[in-house]
């Protein structure tokens, strides 16, 4: 993780960077090492953790665990709590429209905590599943960044833990007696990101490098093999 932090300059000097803290292995490995980053380089960054509960969908978090977790860290965690209406749009699945309200409310607390950056626990598997899933369902070709600018500027959302195969993480957690604290939800086993994830063991199977050179292709795009149709266009 220092590697990639380094290599694509998400922290630097004076940041304060929020944490979005699911309270799954990802984000509290993710809490962890940030902190650890912390105290190792020769400059000064703030961070903070924030939770967004998802109220009426069946899903749980250990609040008093979870406040002990990072009260051991030594980072303020903040709570907010929204309540999705998963019914508004009925081609949205229910995870997507969890997420998506969870990910406003953080932008807003990054507002509010005058954080400039915001950090999420997507892993290299994640990136994978999201390139698979805009192909198959969207005919598109994009994934998960490193890093990305938005609301002009205003707050830069990075991803430290993107070069880690998700196997780490829970070799990691389960070293580290690193308990989740955010029980199942009950629509986590019903998304197409689920079937992908399952697509992507099927080419484990058939080529053990398979996820990992996918991963690396979307560094290694030759444009001039590709069926490009704007190719050549006049505008």
């Known amino acids: 993780m220092g590697t990639t932090m380094r290599d694509h300059s998400l922290i630097v000097e004076g940041d304060h960077i929020l944490v979005g803290l699911s309270g799954g292995k990802d984000s509290m490995i993710l809490l962890e090492a940030l902190m650890e980053r912390k105290n190792a380089v020769p400059f000064d960054f703030s961070i903070s953790a924030a939770h967004i509960e998802a109220m009426g969908i069946g899903y749980v978090i250990d609040r008093e665990r979870l406040s002990a977790f990072c009260e ?15 019914r508004k749009d009925p081609s949205k699945t229910a995870c997507f429209i969890c997420s998506w309200n969870r990910r406003k409310k953080l932008f807003e ?9 915001l950090a999420l626990g997507h892993h290299r598997n994640d990136a994978i599943e999201t390139l698979l899933m805009n192909m198959i369902y969207h005919g598109s070709i994009s994934s998960l960044p490193y890093s990305l600018k938005m609301f002009e500027g205003r707050i830069q959302l990075i991803r430290p833990m993107m070069d880690l195969d998700e196997r780490m993480l829970e070799e990691y957690a389960s070293l580290n007696d690193l308990v989740k604290v955010e029980k199942s939800c009950p629509h986590e086993d019903l998304t197409q990101r689920e079937n992908i994830a399952q697509l992507i063991k099927q080419v484990e199977s058939l080529h053990g490098k398979g996820p990992f050179n996918i991963f690396k292709s979307m560094d290694k795009i030759f444009e001039e093999y590709l069926p490009v149709q704007s190719r050549g266009k006049t505008l």
């Open 72 to 86: 051991h860290l030594g980072v303020p965690l903040h709570y907010q709590s929204i309540e999705p209406d998963l």
């Open 109 to 117: 607390l990054t507002k509010g905590l005058n954080c400039n950056k």
